[in-house]
């Protein structure tokens, strides 16, 4: 079992040049032994998992979407800004909220104190990013970032006849529920109780996918995440339930 404490993670500052973005990652993955940038086909975890600290004014990144890659974010302390939908939400201590494929969002300190959250994402065979701000590109797989321009599939290949039609425009955005219900609050959640018949098991948690949105007998795609998330607490002298 690979196991390490969070106050052995060190923090890894990344910063813009002018410093609009900022901030220290602890990077939980690559701490329990996956290789840094793989998912399970070169070696590494089905998720990544890392805390970021974000200072007063600094975003982690630019408002960026995803093609194929899940979000989640625990904001373990501090306040900030979620962009989203096109509009800025609040957010706070004990939040929690998905970004699912396709779902522009940005994540800024618009408080006064460290940001601080637990960002938990999948890691998909490919990905792509778009960066709406500046109309940009990026994926770690391909390298670096770039922009593009649509054309039709013979471009360049042959004189195009005349009057020939316009790259058609790109496909529509999957339908993805507003950020609303996209966030929960931690703290507004009820607690459910376990108890095995003879007791030896015991216990209660929070079932926090289920509250974004998630049907835990569904897979990806059909109604479910590709990460279960709850919240548990276990009484002094007894054992958790076992969930296998």
Known sequence: MHRTHLSAVPE???RSPRGKFHSFCRNLSVALGAPRGAGTWGGGHPFDLQI???PPGAAVCPLHLHYTQWELFVVRSGSG???ADGQRHAITAGDVFIHPPQAAHQL???GTEDLEVLI???NPPFDLCYYPDSDKWGSRFIGGSFRMQRCTY???EEEPLPGAPQ???SFPPPAIPPFARRRVAID????ENFDSPNRKFRGDSKQLSVALGADPKKPTGLGGHPFDLELGKVPPGFSSQCSG
């Open 52 to 54: 970021r600290r974000l």
């Open 81 to 83: 800004t979620v962009r």
């Open 120 to 122: 938990i994402a999948d």
């Open 188 to 191: 507004a959640l009820p607690w």
């Open 108 to 110: 800024i300190n618009t």
């Open 167 to 169: 790259p058609a425009p």
């Open 12 to 14: 890894e500052e990344q």
């Open 154 to 156: 013979f471009d360049g």
